[in-house]
């Protein structure tokens, strides 16, 4: 039972474009969501999140926006630079349980790729 | 700040072997998490805990046992080794709090054959 799903493994754009990463999830009780960005052979590193109660979160060229009616998330890129080639996971936390862990829930991951 | 280190970085073992996964933070996170990373499949949840002394089973326990004795680490075992568990393994540790920023080891590469 997959409760966040990235739909598109892969996304190639030109440089200087804008790519558009698109996220479903499943739950709405998940309240805050974020987009983490891994390069081979590294960990994820966290890159923006946004809050259930908000539609939009911006952070110089990436922005964030939340279609909660639709559950639906998605991260823009703009412009498209070839540094930000990587795999792009989105996540969603999770219903807090007793322990209030909250816990992460994350999608397959989409493989963004910028050629110059 | 060396923020959370895995080791080993690569790992062959031979299936039915044992082994440790070794986590450590040094940010005095509160929260661990012991992720595996499949092709197609994103990051699968193992392990958590919320603080030394405390675990808890996350999506894909079978196969694996943790321990949390201290707050810097949060070692994640083996047991039985089966082709199945050959993945990338990730450690990651958080404050607790609404945004879940977790940060993230370098991951361990197991191949078990």
């Known amino acids: 039972d997959q409760q966040v799903k990235q739909n598109s493994p892969s996304l190639s754009v030109q440089e200087g474009r804008i790519s558009i990463l698109n996220c479903d999830y499943t739950n709405s009780m998940f309240d805050y969501f974020l987009w983490y960005k891994k390069y081979p052979a590294e960990g994820p590193t966290f890159l923006i999140s946004i809050s259930s109660i908000k539609d939009k979160n911006e952070d110089g060229r990436f922005t964030v926006f939340l279609n909660k009616s639709a559950k639906h998330l998605s991260l823009h890129i703009v412009p498209s630079q070839p540094g930000d080639s990587a795999v792009y996971f989105c996540?969603?936390?999770?219903?807090?349980?007793?322990?209030?862990?909250?816990?992460?829930?994350f999608g397959q991951g989409t493989t963004l790729q910028v050629k110059p | 700040n060396a923020g959370v280190t895995q080791t080993p970085k690569f790992r062959i073992l031979k299936i039915g072997q044992s082994m440790t996964l070794q986590c450590t933070q040094d940010m005095n996170h509160n929260y661990m998490y012991w992720y595996r990373q499949d092709p197609g499949m994103g990051l699968k949840l193992i392990y958590y805990s919320v603080g030394a002394g405390i675990t808890d089973k996350g999506e894909v326990p079978n196969g694996y046992n943790v321990s949390r004795s201290t707050t810097e680490d949060f070692p994640l075992r083996l047991e039985l080794a089966a082709p199945s568990q050959t993945s990338v393994y990730f450690c990651?540790?958080?404050?607790?709090?609404?945004?879940?920023?977790?940060?993230f080891g370098s991951g361990t590469r197991l191949t078990v054959v």
């Open positions: 996540a969603a936390r999770g219903t807090p349980d007793s322990s209030n862990t909250g816990k992460l829930i």
């Open positions: 990651a540790s958080s404050y607790p709090g609404p945004s879940r920023r977790y940060t």
